[in-house]
């Protein structure tokens, strides 16, 4: 089965800090993504990477970066976290033209 | 991608057959239409995918109708482990899985 995880359950930051988001999936996916899901709004696509190196902005890629340095890893970074940023963040990857796996999700809390 | 439309909310009786409705007017003809769920706290999972052909697996039944403008994902004995939001996207087969997410079907099963 194909397991996406990602680092963290829950975490709490402070307002200014900057945060890492960690994914990593295991069966040699090209595509991941990373989505931020709202109470109301569904799931928004933030970033996503259809290779190593490789990174395109989705609907809400403000106040967010990606880095992918490794095939079977894509973090999300928060260069300077923000209230509104408090969210449920989920990644997922894809084979090419395949159906989607999603990690567990990361529940942000900045404060 | 195309944008889909569901009901907000929808309850079944446990051990009846759950038939959630989405329609994709705009759909186009490369496109393919996805269903996942979302249980409280937990990624999405995927359940079917179909282009145009009615398709069945071990989870559920996807019918598409003809003109390809909807679709009804059928839960044929559905359980109380089977509350959850459904998204119905539609997304077009290679490209990777860019798309949104919208608000979904809250289904309520319910003894």
Redesign the interface.
């Known amino acids: 089965d194909v397991k996406v995880t990602q680092s963290s359950r829950y975490l709490v930051k402070r307002t200014g800090e900057k945060v890492f988001l960690e994914c990593v999936q295991d069966m040699d996916h090209e595509n991941m993504f990373w989505y931020r899901q709202d109470p109301g709004l569904g799931l928004r696509l933030i970033y996503f990477s259809y290779d190593v190196k490789m990174k395109e902005k989705g609907d809400i890629p403000e106040g967010y970066s990606v880095s992918r340095e490794k095939k079977e890893r894509f973090s999300l970074i928060l260069e300077s976290a923000s209230t509104n940023q408090t969210s449920m963040y989920l990644c997922a990857s894809s084979l090419e033209g395949g159906e989607a796996f999603f990690g567990q999700g990361t529940r942000l809390t900045v404060v | 991608d195309a944008k889909t439309t569901q009901p907000t909310s929808m309850d079944c009786a446990e051990g009846r057959a759950a038939n959630l409705p989405c329609n994709h007017s705009t759909i186009s003809g490369n496109e393919y239409v996805?269903w996942y769920r979302q249980i409280h706290?937990?990624?999405?999972?995927?359940i079917i995918?179909g282009l145009k052909n009615n398709e069945t697996n071990e989870m559920a039944s996807l019918i598409i109708t003809e003109d390809r403008k909807s679709s009804t994902l059928i839960l044929p004995h559905a359980t109380l482990r089977d509350t959850a939001v459904y998204?119905c996207i539609v997304r077009v087969?290679?490209?990777?899985?860019?798309?949104?997410?919208?608000?979904?079907t809250r289904l309520f099963v319910k003894a």
């Open positions: 996805y706290s937990q990624g999405p999972q995927y995918h998204y087969g290679a490209g990777g899985f860019k798309t949104i997410f919208g608000a979904g």
